[in-house]
T-cell receptor, first 117, second 113 residues
Framework: GAVVSQHPSWVICKSGTSVKIECRSL??????MFWYRQFPKQSLMLMATSNEGSKATYEQGVEKDKFLINHASLTLSTLTVTSAHPEDSSFYICSARADHRANEKLFFGSGTQLSVL | GQQLNQSPQSMFIQEGEDVSMNCTSSSIFNTWLWYKQDPGEGPVLLIA?????ELTSNGRLTAQFGITRKDSFLNISASIPSDVGIYFCAGLNYGGSQGNLIFGKGTKLSVKP
């Protein structure tokens, strides 16, 4: 099946620093990628939809200036958590849509555990 | 907004037991999906359901799309240790936001000590 690679798997950073997370579709082109956030024992919450070559669409309550998304190619989307604070500590997961006609054909990355000290 | 109620929240299983979990919604969905998530990993799609009343199997897993389009269940037969993990249902409607997958809160499967 389709493979989505997410890097890094985990990151620890100091408060106030910025962290970049990469999401790559390895064997297919993804015009659309999605970024989710998951707190412990909670479900996945959609943060934003990333479209190649255009601005990301953010869900209500998600600060676009804090969570910068760049989708510069058909196989790569990045999420940058700017000026991270402890409350930003969470598990971040990306997914990529392999078929532009089928939202259910989403393949998820393995996630990034962010811990902000 | 749309919400999914997934139950049970957690359950303990013994090897060989059958397992059942379900999701209900206050509104209808066009598609129901079931995912499994292992610790520190992203979700993996298990079964996708596209039509009301549809019953689909994937090995020991069977899922059904409720005829009202507001619910779905997942059964696991003859459970094995590697079945442990968190199972999420997700509902999907077309025509809305491209990322309009609504996830349930998950059912955590653990092995009885």
């Amino acid at each position: 099946g389709a493979v989505v690679s997410q890097h890094p798997s985990w990151v620890i950073c100091k408060s106030g620093t910025s962290v970049k997370i990469e999401c790559r579709s390895l064997d297919f082109q993804a015009t659309t990628m999605f970024w989710y956030r998951q707190f412990p024992k909670q479900s996945l919450m959609l943060m934003a939809t990333s479209n190649e070559g255009s601005k990301a669409t953010y869900e209500q309550g998600v600060e676009k200036d804090k969570f910068l998304i760049n989708h510069a190619s058909l196989t790569l989307s990045t999420l940058t958590v700017t000026s991270a604070h402890p409350e930003d500590s969470s598990f971040y997961i990306c997914s990529a849509r392999a078929d532009h006609r089928a939202n259910e054909k989403l393949f998820f990355g393995s996630g990034t555990q962010l811990s902000v000290l | 907004g749309q919400q999914l109620n997934q139950s049970p929240q957690s359950m303990f299983i013994q090897e060989g037991e059958d397992v059942s979990m379900n999701c209900t919604s206050s509104s209808i969905f066009n598609t129901w999906l079931w995912y499994k998530q292992d610790p520190g990993e992203g979700p993996v799609l298990l079964i996708a359901l596209y039509k009301a009343g549809e019953l689909t199997s994937n090995g020991r897993l069977t899922a059904q799309f409720g005829i009202t389009r507001k619910d779905s269940f997942l059964n696991i037969s003859a459970s094995i240790p590697s079945d442990v993990g968190i199972y999420f249902c997700a509902g999907l409607n077309y025509g809305g936001s491209q990322g309009n997958l609504i996830f349930g809160k998950g059912t955590k499967l653990s092995v009885k000590p």
